[in-house]
C-alpha cells in the first residue's frame, strides 16, 4: 500500500518559464497523454496544464497573440506542490480544497527540494480510496484510530524526518478504574480520551492511533510538543469528573485490590505522556525509538498524576 504522495508521482516533462508557446505547442501535439508540464524557474516550480494552454491558445486572437511569446505568460503560478514525504490522504484534501478552475490540475512533487514528478487527480483518488479500504482493516474498533499494523508503517516513515516527536500517551490506575465501575465504563473513558486526543492530533501535521487498551500514540513532525501536551492533560482531568460519582472524587481515589491482594485506596486514573524527540539523539531503526519510549515511560509511571516526561529534558518530568 502507497501512503506518501512520492511513492505514486510519475515523470513529466520540465521546461523553462522562457520556453516559447509554440515549441509547448508542438510538445503537446506530440504527446497526446500528456495532461500538463512543469515549469522550473528560479521563483521555484510552476505547472502548465495540457487544457489550460489550448484555452488560451483557442482563444479569439490567442493563437497570434501567444505562440511567439514565452510559457511564463500563461503557466499556473499558483500550483500545488507538495513534498514527497507528505502523505496521500492528506495531499488529496488540499487537492480538492483547491479553486474550482484549478480543481483538476496535477498534483507536483519535490523532494529534497528538487522537482521529483507529478499525480494526476485521478491516480490520487484512486490511491486514496485503496489507503481508506486497507486503513479500514487496521483501525481499532473501539476508537476508528489506526492500529499497530498502521502504527508500525508511520514510526518507519518518521526515521526519514528531519525533525519529530513521539508521544506515547497511556493512562495509569485504568485497571483499577475498570474494576470499580466496569468494562463499559471503562470503553467509554477510553473513547473519551480518543476524541480529546483528536481535537489535539486530528490535524495534517500530525499522527495519531490506538496502540491498544488504554495505549494511544501521536507523532509530530516537529519538537514542540509541550504546550500541545500540556493543554492534553488539563483538559483530561476535567473530562475525567464524569466518570466518577460524588465520593470517589471528593476522596480522590477507589477502593481496589493492590499487589499484595488487599483492599487500599488508589489514586484516580491519571493520563502520562512519554515524549521521544530526536532534537539531541539520532535514531536508526523503529525498535530504537521503541527502547527509548520504554525508558521514558518508567520515569512517567514513577511519578503519581498526570506527567510529561521527555528524553529531551535529561530525565526532568514535567507536571501538567
Excluded at 70 to 97: C, F, G, R
Excluded at 125 to 147: K, Q, Y
Excluded at 181 to 203: C, P
Aim: with cysteine; glycine share 8%.
Amino acid at each position: 500500500m502507497f501512503t506518501q504522495i512520492g511513492e505514486i508521482a510519475e515523470p513529466i516533462p520540465v521546461v523553462l518559464p522562457e520556453t516559447k508557446c509554440d515549441a509547448l505547442y508542438q510538445l503537446f501535439k506530440s504527446n497526446p497523454n500528456l495532461e500538463g508540464v512543469a515549469v522550473e524557474g528560479k521563483k521555484g516550480i510552476s505547472l502548465m496544464m495540457r487544457t489550460r494552454f489550448f484555452q488560451q491558445i483557442g482563444s479569439q486572437y490567442g493563437y497570434n497573440l501567444y505562440m511567439g511569446r514565452p510559457v511564463k505568460l500563461l503557466m499556473n503560478l499558483n500550483a500545488l506542490v507538495v513534498d514527497y514525504l507528505e502523505q496521500i490522504t492528506d495531499v488529496s484534501v488540499a487537492a480538492m480544497k483547491r479553486e474550482e478552475a484549478d480543481l483538476y490540475d496535477l498534483v507536483l512533487v519535490t523532494s529534497g527540494g528538487r522537482f521529483h514528478g507529478a499525480v494526476s487527480i485521478r491516480r490520487l483518488l484512486l490511491e486514496v480510496a485503496d489507503v481508506r479500504a486497507e486503513m479500514a482493516i487496521f483501525m481499532n474498533p473501539l476508537t476508528g484510530l489506526p492500529g499497530n499494523r498502521i502504527i508500525d508503517d508511520r514510526l518507519v516513515q518518521v526515521l526519514k524526518q528531519d525533525q519529530f516527536s513521539v508521544l506515547y500517551i497511556d493512562l495509569d490506575q485504568f485497571k483499577s478504574y475498570n474494576d470499580s465501575y466496569g468494562f463499559k465504563m471503562g470503553d467509554e473513558l477510553i473513547q473519551a480520551t480518543a476524541t480529546l486526543l483528536r481535537e489535539h492530533f486530528g490535524v495534517a501535521e500530525a499522527f495519531l492511533g490506538h496502540i491498544g487498551g488504554d495505549d494511544f500514540i501521536a507523532i509530530l513532525n516537529h519538537h514542540q510538543y509541550k504546550q500541545v501536551c500540556e493543554d492534553v492533560i488539563v483538559q483530561f482531568e476535567e473530562i475525567k469528573k464524569s466518570f466518577y460519582n460524588e465520593q470517589d472524587w471528593n476522596n480522590q481515589y477507589v477502593m481496589g485490590e493492590g499487589r499484595s491482594g488487599l483492599n487500599r485506596p488508589i489514586p484516580l486514573v491519571s493520563v502520562s505522556i512519554a515524549v521521544v524527540t530526536n532534537l539531541y539523539q539520532k535514531y536508526e531503526n523503529m525498535n530504537q525509538i521503541v527502547h527509548e519510549a520504554t525508558r521514558v515511560k518508567k520515569s512517567c509511571k514513577s511519578i503519581n498524576g498526570s506527567i510529561i516526561c521527555s528524553n529531551d529534558m535529561e530525565g526532568e518530568a514535567v507536571r501538567a
